[in-house]
């Protein structure tokens, strides 16, 4: 039962950072080409229209930073329920990966390796979509950290 909750966090994360890009974002962005070859056109959406007038009012973090920690939270999520709730050093890179990898994309684009617009708050936010789903399944999780138990023994 427990896995089914990461899974189902997963899902309507994953679902409302898909949404804010869709409904409230500009046209130029991939998903809207990708959804076009699936013969998908979510430029024509009605509510699209409706929400893009509303866009300029909302907040900058809402729009840029808090989608990116969505799907964050929503593949920490679902590493959470395909490892049934349990951390361990076996799984534990695969917990960590995408998170790791997007600060590390982002402080690239703070060195100019990597193209884009460096935000501060982009780490901030992709931190907090890493560290939410562990504090709000907390008791759902398991640490099985073994390692650092034998660590400490020698």
């Known amino acids: 039962m427990k896995s089914n909750n990461f899974f189902i966090g997963s899902i309507v994360s994953l679902v409302f950072g898909t949404l804010i890009y ?7 962005l991939k998903i809207f080409s990708w959804s076009n ?10 509510v699209r229209k409706l929400t893009m007038l509303t866009s300029s009012k909302l907040p900058q973090w809402l729009l840029f930073s808090f989608p990116d920690s969505l799907w964050v939270f929503s593949y920490v999520c679902l590493m959470l329920g395909i490892w049934k709730g349990v ?6 890179f695969w917990v960590g990966i995408i998170p790791f990898i997007a600060v590390c994309s982002e402080l690239g684009q703070f060195i100019g ?19 939410l789903p562990l504090l709000l399944f907390k008791q759902s999780i398991t640490y099985n950290l073994k390692f ?3 660590e400490k023994k020698h």
């Open 87 to 92: 951390i361990s050093p076996f799984n534990l």
């Open 113 to 131: 390796f990597i193209q884009g617009t460096f935000d501060l708050l982009d780490i901030v936010f992709y931190i907090i979509g890493t560290i």
């Open 22 to 28: 869709v409904l409230f974002r500009t046209s130029s």
């Open 37 to 46: 070859s699936l013969g998908i056109n979510l430029l024509g959406l009605n």
């Open 148 to 150: 650092l138990q034998n």
